[in-house]
């Protein structure tokens, strides 16, 4: 079972970056995928869900609007469009993988996004 991350980077503010999240080793389409983040000295937080069909997604209140969370069953992959980037969205991001009803529960090494000028 694998996550991977990718995409990350150094970033104006400003600007942005999309994240790819590629899954193997399991049924990628029943599983509801997540994007969180962890900054230096913090928890690591929610940023972003999407339903295993793709059909409904929430974000934390500091990303609404400024990223969008989709995802290709057809390719294993969940995506992380972030736009408009703020030196605040600067952390590791992880992918997240989760079939609730059987208790299985994945995730990614993470990938780095800075922002900064």
């Known amino acids: 079972v694998q996550l991977v991350e990718s995409g990350g980077g150094l970033v104006q503010p400003g600007g942005s970056l999309r994240l790819s999240c590629t899954a193997s080793g399991f049924t990628f389409s029943r599983f509801a995928m997540s994007w969180y983040r962890q900054a230096p000295g913090k928890e690591r937080e929610l940023v972003a869900g999407?339903?295993?069909?793709?059909?409904?997604?929430n974000y934390a209140d500091s990303v609404k609007g400024r990223f969008t969370i989709s995802r290709d069953n057809a390719k294993n992959t969940v995506y992380l469009q972030m736009n408009s980037l703020r030196p605040e969205d600067t952390a590791v991001y992880y992918c997240?993988?989760?079939?609730?009803?059987?208790?299985?529960?994945?995730w990614g090494q993470g990938t780095q996004v800075t922002v900064s000028s």
């Open positions: 997240r993988g989760r079939w609730a009803l059987i208790g299985m529960d994945y």
């Open positions: 999407i339903t295993s069909d793709g059909g409904s997604t």
